[in-house]
């Protein structure tokens, strides 16, 4: 069972940018799929940003939310087991609890059913990013 540790949240003024790390251990087979959400209050838990590398593929796939689009990204260190998004051009609106996930993924096509907003069995228990206008 995979175990996920979120940490490099913070509060930045916008405009501003942070780097949120999220470290994976204790899975034993497969690939993983992962991935970030966050909520805000009131809102629905939105999914950003996925990243897959597994058999079969020579670079990494990512997939975004438009509301991140050319602002975020998605890299993945695979010796350090470690995921990391790179947030800039920070924004008010993109004040949440952010999470990552982790979900088994065999292929690429079912990697592509899970990034960025599917279903994932693994979750981290959170980092606050707060945007100051």
């Known amino acids: 069972q995979a175990q996920l540790v979120e940490s490099g949240g913070g509060s930045v003024p916008e405009g501003g940018s942070l780097r949120l790390s999220c470290v994976a251990s204790?899975?034993?087979?497969?690939?993983?799929?992962m991935g970030w959400f966050r909520e805000a209050p009131g809102k629905e838990r939105e999914g950003i940003a996925g990243i897959y590398t597994g058999e079969g593929v020579t670079r990494s796939v990512t997939r975004y939310a438009s509301s991140v689009k050319g602002r975020f990204s998605i890299s993945q260190d695979n010796v350090a087991n470690t995921v990391y998004l790179q947030m800039n051009n920070l924004k008010p609106e993109d004040t949440a609890m952010y999470y990552c996930a982790a979900e088994t993924c065999m292929t690429q096509i079912q990697a592509l059913a899970v990034i960025p907003g599917g279903t994932y069995s693994y979750w981290g228990q959170g980092t606050q990013v707060t945007v100051a206008s």
């Open positions: 204790g899975y034993t087979s497969g690939s993983l799929c």
